[in-house]
């Protein structure tokens, strides 16, 4: 059975800080890797989608890495603001389905 | 619309109740997801349509869940005797899922959810 962890649960930096969260999955046979940003009370939005044969994706100032055979992504952040303040969820698609397991996030919390 | 959109945001409900819970995923999004989040905690997947479809309900908790999407786009989910357990955010995502070469649709994009409050 799938189980997906983050770490930290929570994380306070000051601004201006690079920052890396992790995500670890039991199960290596991943169909993708997908990062969401949710805001309090909100819904999820999607960051970075890393397929199952790819290393790494990167937009913005945002870099999401997949090393599949160890079960570990991570979402490196560069130049933290305080908007970028929420949890942080990683979800994995299962390979040969479409069951999609979260983990139970990351609270970023970036300090002005 | 530009967006998945949920109705209604908030359901307040008593115990024993139906409720319905509805999705409409972005226009031309072949498939929806239907997933659970309690306080604190990640999404929890609940079913799959692929089209019309149910390609996946293997996350429903008991046959007191049931979800339709009988025309391929807007989607429902049904709980019946509701209880104060079933209480949480109801999210909806929707993908391309079109397998187009080079191009990513598997992207999930979220609605706002369904705060559901069984009293």
């Known amino acids: 059975k799938q189980e997906v962890t983050q770490i930290p649960a929570a994380l306070s930096v000051p601004e201006g800080e690079n920052l890396v969260l992790n995500c670890s999955f039991t199960d290596s046979a991943i169909y993708n890797l997908q990062w969401f940003r949710q805001d309090p009370g909100k819904g999820l939005t999607s960051l970075l989608l890393?397929?199952?044969?790819?290393r790494e994706q990167t937009s913005g100032r945002l870099n999401a890495s997949l090393d599949k055979s160890s079960g570990r992504s991570t979402l490196y952040i560069a130049a933290s603001q305080p908007g970028d303040s929420a949890t942080y969820l990683c979800?994995?698609?299962?390979?040969?389905?479409?069951?999609?397991?979260f983990g139970a996030g990351t609270r970023l919390f970036v300090k002005a | 619309g530009a967006g998945v959109s949920q109705t209604p945001s908030n359901k307040v409900t008593e115990k024993g109740k139906y409720v319905e819970l509805r999705c409409d995923p972005i226009s031309g999004h072949t498939a929806l997801y239907w997933y659970r989040q309690s306080l604190g905690q990640g999404p929890e997947f609940l079913i799959y349509?692929?089209?019309?479809?149910?390609?996946?309900d293997s996350g429903l908790p008991n046959d007191r869940f049931f979800a339709v999407r009988p025309e391929g786009s807007v989607s429902t989910l049904k709980i019946q005797r509701t209880e104060r357990g079933d209480s949480a955010v109801y999210l909806c995502?929707?993908?391309?899922?079109?397998?187009?070469?080079?191009?990513?649709?598997?992207?999930?994009?979220f609605g706002p959810g369904t705060r559901l409050t069984v009293l």
């Open positions: 890393i397929q199952s044969s790819q």
């Open positions: 979800a994995v698609r299962q390979a040969g389905g479409f069951k999609t397991i």
């Open positions: 995502a929707s993908s391309l899922n079109r397998g187009l070469a080079g191009v990513n649709t598997d992207t999930q994009y």
């Open positions: 349509f692929q089209g019309t479809g149910a390609a996946d």
